[in-house]
C-alpha cells in the first residue's frame, strides 16, 4: 500500500505542477529569484574568501639577521620557528640572495649600485621570512624571537631587527578588517537568506492557501493527511528542481560576464572559471536548497487548512 | 444507527447553532431535513461528521462517539458517508474520472478496483462521455452528478446532501432527486437538506423541521411546511 500511495502522490504531484501553469510558473520564478541570492551568496563568500586569504598572504615578518651571523645558527632558529604551531612557512634568504634582490630592486638607481660597490663587501645580513597562519599571530611569533634574541655568538646577538614592530599596527588593522569582514559577510548572507527564505514560503503558502477549499473537501472525503500533504510537497519539490535548474544556468552567463571583471579586481579569481571548477557542488548546494525550500515551505504551509 | 443525543452548540459570540436536538435515524431511511436559513440544518450535517464538536450532547453513529474518535478513525469514518454539496465542491484541476478516482484513492483502493468501478458510477450518473473533462468544462447539473458519483464510488452507508439542488433548474433538479432515491431503494441512508418544497412534497419520506436551532416537528411521511 505505501508503494502505490507513493506512486499516487508523486503522480498527482506532478499533475497538479503541470496544470497549475501560472502559479507554478510564478512560484518557480520566485524560488529562482531566492536560489539566485543564494548563488550570490557563495560567489561572494568565494570572492571574499580569496581576497582575504590573498591578503593575509601578504603579511609577513622579515627577521634580518646581522651580517657576521652564522648559516647554521639561521638555519637552527629557522628550524625553531618551523616547529611553531602558528608558523605556516618559513623561507631563509641567503646574504648573496640578498644581495642579489637589493641590486635588482635598485638596478635603475646608480649611485647606490655605485655606493655598494665601493664597500667592497656585503653589508646585508641574511633573512628568515617568516609566515604566520593568521595574521593574528604574528605577536607569538614575534615573542618568541624576542626570547631568542639571545641566541648570539660570543655576546652579541645575531638578529639584528624585525620587522614586525614597524609593522605591527598595519597588522593589527588588517586582522581587524579580516574578522570584521568575515562578520559582515556572514550577517549579510544571513539576512539574505532568511528574507528570501520567507519570501519563498509566502508564495508557497500561497499557493496553498487557493486550494484550501480542496484541501477541506479531501478531507471530507476521507482522505489521510499524508495524503493530502503529499502533492502539495511533491509540487514543492518539483518548483525546488525546476527553480534550481533555471538558477544554474542564469548563472552561467552572469559568472562569464563577471569572471573577468573579479579576475582584474578580485587577484585573479575568475568566477566563471571558479564556477565551471566547481559546478557539481554549486548544484547540489543550490539544487538542494531548492528541494528542501519548496518541500519544507510546503509542509508548514499546508498544516493550517488540515484540521477540518 | 445515527443518534443526537440532546446535542446542543453555542459559538464563542453566543450565538446558539443547536439547542438540545434529539432525534435518531435508522438504516436505509431517507430522511429530510427541512428549515430556513440558519435554523441549524449545516450545522446538524458539520456535527455528525466531526467537523465540529457539540457545546452539549452526543452524536453516535451506531455505537461510536463520533467525537471521541482518533484522527486515522474519523478518516475512516468520513469514508463510510458520502457528501454532496449545493456548491459541488470537485477538485477544478482533476478531470471527472479523477476527482471519483481520488474518493477510492485517499480509502487506498486498488487500482483495478478503481479501473473497474469509477468507469461503472459514471455509466450511473450518465456522465461515461465527460470522463476526461474538467469540472470548469461541464454544466451545474453534470457536476452535481460527478459529485453524486464521487459519494457513491466507495459504496458508503450513507449519503448526506447539503442543498444539492441549490444551484439547479427544475429538470436537473428532478433528475437529482430521482438519483438520490434510486441510491435509497438500493439500500443506503440519505440524509437530504433542502429549501426546496416541490422535492419534499413530491418525496412522501421523513421530514424533520428545524427552526432557530430546534427540531419543531418530525413526520414519518412529511410534507414541507414551515
Known amino acids: 500500500m505505501f508503494w502505490t500511495n507513493l506512486k499516487r502522490i508523486i503522480r498527482t504531484g506532478i499533475y497538479n505542477f503541470r496544470r497549475n501553469t501560472t502559479v507554478s510558473l510564478a512560484s518557480v520564478l520566485i524560488m529562482t529569484v531566492t536560489l539566485l541570492v543564494i548563488g550570490f551568496l557563495l560567489f561572494g563568500s568565494a570572492v571574499l574568501n580569496t581576497s582575504l586569504a590573498e591578503l593575509r598572504n601578504k603579511v609577513d615578518v622579515n627577521v634580518t639577521f646581522i651580517s657576521t651571523a652564522e648559516e647554521a645558527d639561521i638555519l637552527a632558529l629557522k628550524h625553531s620557528l618551523e616547529s611553531l604551531p602558528e608558523v605556516s612557512l618559513v623561507s631563509y634568504v641567503s646574504r648573496d640572495q640578498a644581495l642579489e634582490d637589493f641590486k635588482a630592486r635598485h638596478a635603475n638607481d646608480q649611485s647606490i649600485l655605485a655606493a655598494l660597490?665601493?664597500?667592497?663587501?656585503?653589508?646585508?645580513?641574511?633573512?628568515?621570512?617568516?609566515?604566520?597562519?593568521?595574521?593574528?599571530?604574528?605577536?607569538?611569533?614575534?615573542?618568541?624571537?624576542?626570547?631568542?634574541?639571545?641566541?648570539?655568538?660570543?655576546?652579541?646577538?645575531?638578529?639584528?631587527?624585525?620587522?614586525?614592530?614597524?609593522?605591527?599596527?598595519?597588522?593589527d588593522k588588517l586582522s581587524r578588517i579580516i574578522d570584521a569582514?568575515?562578520?559582515?559577510?556572514?550577517?549579510?548572507?544571513?539576512?539574505?537568506?532568511?528574507?528570501?527564505?520567507?519570501?519563498a514560503l509566502n508564495t508557497l503558502r500561497l499557493t496553498i492557501y487557493m486550494a484550501k477549499d480542496e484541501i477541506a473537501v479531501m478531507r471530507l472525503v476521507g482522505a489521510s493527511t499524508a495524503y493530502i500533504q503529499g502533492p502539495f510537497i511533491v509540487v514543492g519539490?518539483?518548483?525546488?528542481?525546476?527553480?534550481?535548474?533555471?538558477?544554474?544556468?542564469?548563472?552561467?552567463?552572469?559568472?562569464?560576464?563577471?569572471?573577468?571583471?573579479?579576475?582584474?579586481?578580485?587577484?585573479?579569481?575568475?568566477?566563471?572559471?571558479?564556477?565551471?571548477?566547481?559546478?557539481?557542488?554549486?548544484?547540489?548546494?543550490?539544487?538542494?536548497?531548492?528541494?528542501?525550500?519548496?518541500?519544507?515551505?510546503?509542509?508548514?504551509?499546508?498544516?493550517?487548512?488540515?484540521?477540518? | 444507527m445515527i443518534f443526537f443525543d440532546r446535542v446542543s452548540k453555542v459559538y464563542p459570540d453566543s450565538s446558539v447553532a443547536l439547542e438540545n436536538v434529539t432525534f435518531s435515524i435508522e438504516p436505509k431511511e431517507f430522511v429530510s431535513v427541512v428549515g430556513q436559513s440558519g435554523a441549524g440544518k449545516t450545522t446538524l450535517l458539520k456535527m455528525f461528521l466531526a467537523e465540529e464538536k457539540p457545546t452539549e450532547g452526543t452524536v453516535?453513529?451506531?455505537?461510536?462517539?463520533?467525537?471521541?474518535?482518533?484522527?486515522?478513525?474519523?478518516?475512516?469514518?468520513?469514508?463510510?458517508i458520502g457528501m454532496i454539496f449545493q456548491d459541488f465542491r470537485l477538485l477544478p484541476d482533476r478531470t471527472v474520472y479523477e476527482n471519483i478516482a481520488f474518493t477510492m484513492e485517499a480509502a487506498g483502493r486498488p487500482e483495478d478496483e478503481i479501473d473497474s468501478d469509477v468507469p461503472h458510477v459514471l455509466e450511473l450518473v450518465d456522465l461515461a462521455?465527460?470522463?476526461?473533462?474538467?469540472?470548469?468544462?461541464?454544466?451545474?447539473?453534470?457536476?452535481?452528478?460527478?459529485?453524486?458519483?464521487?459519494?457513491?464510488?466507495?459504496?458508503?452507508?450513507?449519503?448526506?446532501?447539503?442543498?444539492?439542488?441549490?444551484?439547479?433548474?427544475?429538470?436537473?433538479?428532478?433528475?437529482?432527486?430521482?438519483?438520490?432515491?434510486k441510491i435509497n431503494d438500493l439500500g443506503t441512508t440519505v440524509i437530504l437538506t433542502t429549501h426546496?418544497?416541490?422535492?419534499?412534497?413530491?418525496?412522501?419520506?421523513?421530514?424533520?423541521?428545524?427552526d432557530r436551532g430546534k427540531i419543531i416537528r418530525d413526520d414519518k411521511e412529511g410534507k414541507y411546511f414551515i
Request: hydrophobic letters at 45%.
Open chain 1, 237 to 308: 519539490i518539483i518548483y525546488g528542481m525546476v527553480a534550481g535548474l533555471l538558477t544554474l544556468v542564469i548563472l552561467l552567463p552572469i559568472t562569464y560576464w563577471l569572471g573577468g571583471v573579479t579576475e582584474n579586481f578580485f587577484i585573479g579569481l575568475n568566477l566563471f572559471s571558479y564556477y565551471i571548477k566547481h559546478l557539481f557542488e554549486i548544484f547540489l548546494i543550490i539544487v538542494g536548497s531548492g528541494v528542501l525550500l519548496g518541500a519544507v515551505s510546503s509542509l508548514f504551509a499546508i498544516r493550517r487548512y488540515l484540521k477540518v
Open chain 1, 117 to 171: 660597490d665601493e664597500l667592497n663587501s656585503n653589508p646585508l645580513g641574511a633573512i628568515l621570512n617568516v609566515k604566520a597562519k593568521d595574521p593574528s599571530q604574528y605577536q607569538g611569533v614575534a615573542d618568541f624571537l624576542s626570547s631568542k634574541n639571545i641566541l648570539s655568538k660570543a655576546g652579541v646577538p645575531i638578529v639584528d631587527h624585525v620587522n614586525f614592530y614597524q609593522n605591527k599596527t598595519a597588522i
Open chain 2, 60 to 80: 453516535f453513529y451506531e455505537s461510536t462517539d463520533v467525537h471521541k474518535l482518533k484522527k486515522q478513525d474519523i478518516n475512516d469514518f468520513r469514508r463510510k
Open chain 2, 129 to 181: 462521455s465527460k470522463a476526461w473533462n474538467f469540472p470548469k468544462e461541464l454544466s451545474g447539473g453534470e457536476k452535481q452528478r460527478v459529485a453524486i458519483a464521487r459519494a457513491l464510488v466507495n459504496q458508503p452507508d450513507i449519503i448526506i446532501a447539503d442543498e444539492p439542488t441549490g444551484n439547479l433548474d427544475p429538470v436537473n433538479t428532478a433528475d437529482i432527486v430521482h438519483i438520490l432515491k
Open chain 1, 181 to 199: 569582514s568575515h562578520r559582515l559577510g556572514f550577517g549579510i548572507a544571513l539576512a539574505f537568506t532568511i528574507i528570501s527564505l520567507l519570501i
Open chain 2, 196 to 210: 426546496n418544497k416541490g422535492i419534499i412534497d413530491s418525496l412522501g419520506k421523513r421530514v424533520i423541521v428545524m
